[in-house]
């Protein structure tokens, strides 16, 4: 009974450090420019994959390929921004037209990577090898890194939220778009920025999932999908809200695979989400934003 | 009356033209008024003569497969356009729809032993069942609410589906031996696919008319005025929760009709019509075409199924093709090919019709 409790504990926050990185740069994206990008989940995949590639064909060191392929996540959201959403922002049907231009980002990214990699399921080398037992539980090096990360990551959010010029900017644009652009805020600059560190949160959260899970191109749907529940659990647009949520959801998720059966996991959280919508539709730190987009 | 300039019943001058002008009846309000039958007669005649046409062609079979097809499609993208494009609820779920009736009827007839022209009505019934069960939560909310609550019945539907009991999943794959409608019976087998397409130009030309007609009706504008802007359309007193729904169950109806009646003419109900690539297809069909329009999904089903065979050589490069379609489209042409063909066409050519 306690093994088991651990075990859903210890997967339960592992879970949460990875729907925390996704969601955080969703809800970023959504707070500041009112868009949900359905690209992040390729390029959570694309991370994964730039590290597969630059490990299979350079053979550098793990955590430098690491930090390259998190650069190359964060070119993908760049290109993606100034390509497609900059065009695009200042039209009046932009909820469409971005919902379509991310969409089509997503599949360009998917068919190129299948293009290149081909379809088997891959795997990443971990940062750290092996593990220790407690009780039955295996927790591996790999798995703490990756909640470490996350952990230090989603801090160092709220604080370049909190704290920089540019993190009040991000604040500004997000409780007030016209008044901030009256105030002087460069608001596409601004908006760039948050696609890049969205974008690279993303390929963090790919490239350390890719050592723990496998991952083929089109494996970034379900994390971008609970992500999308997360970021809906939290209210829209509160990073605060939805660091929680995130570790809600994912301890939630591995309660219920390790007490009531592996196969209720997802369609638990997707039941419960729509019962919180019914009765609660702001989310957890909502804010007042249901009726939005 | 209609379509003409009304008498002007005041003594001073009214404008006819500009803001100040009297309300009257558009044309376009009433389009059936004026309906151009010779247009119609003939090109429904062709449509009427043309698999018996195909019969004597060498591979005409499968061209006329590829219409089918295009029928099956067609009615799926027109229902969807008309949910997303015309109203603005950015749903997910008119390929779990579609799958809905695909496996209620294939479980009816394979499964419990009915007749396939029984079980088939059971399809539109079972997805129009299934969209209230979706609207019913989801159509309060908006936006990303909408997106998330529809892709979350899709994977929960697939989920369900390929891991349910036998007679419904067949371990996995869906259902291999759906009957057929038994059309080889009637003619002959080599005119078999001839009925197919009947069957198929029916129930397409069904949906285009009905949806047409919703779409020229108060109805219709009411739809149009809830995307523009909600608040307008509440303050006139539409409502919006009710309007959606019935939109929703409307499009329901005929999108679990084209399910069933593809899982008859396929012999099955396959789970990997479940793939995000299937749903990409659609949306670009609807994309392409024109995003709102009417006839915008009807021609970018017939692009779409009649290019994909011609490139079929280069079906690595194809959803690429598709994507990059897309996304120049989004940021280009968002409007999609039908209103740019038509602006285009006007400003070419415009000149010698504003001469009548």
Redesign the interface.
Known sequence: MLDALLQALYSGVLNGSVYGLMASGLTLIWGSFRMLNLAHGAVYVAGAYIAYGLLSALAWPVPVTFVLAVGGAALIGLVIQLALINPILENPGRDSASLIATLAASIVIQSAILLVFGGQTKQLPPLLDGGFKVGTTLMSYQGLVVIGTAVVCLFLMTVFLRVSRRGLAIRAISQNMDAARLMGIPIVPTFVVVMVISSALAGLAGVLLGSILFFTPAAGFTPMLMAMVVTIFGGLGSVTGTIWAAYIIGLMESFVAVFVGPSWAVSGIFLFMVLMLVIRPNGLFGLGEARRL | MIGQQAENPRPWPVPTTGPRAPARLLPATLPWAETNWLGIGIVSLMMLLLPWGLTLVDGGNYITHLIITFFVWGIVAQCWNLI??VS?I?SFGQLALFQVGAFTTGVLSFSVGLSPWLSIWAAPVMAVLSSLVIGL?TL??????V???T??FH??LR??IT?GPQWISAGGFGLPLVPRLGFEHVLGPQYEKVLYYYTGLVLFGLTTYAIWRILNSPIGLAFTALRDSEDYAVSHGVDPFRFKLFLFAFSAFFTGLAGGFSAHYNGSASTSLFD?GVM?NL?VMI?LGG?GTFAGPIVGTAALTFLTELLRAFD??R??A???A??I???AA?QGLVPLCGRTFHSLFGVFFEAE
């Open positions: 997303m494009g603005g950015y939560p309060r909310l908006r936006g990303i609410y997106v998330l609550l892709l979350a994977e929960l989920n369900w891991t995000f990409i949306l994309v995003w690595l490069y959803i690429l598709l994507g990059i897309m996304a489209i989004a940021v968002p």
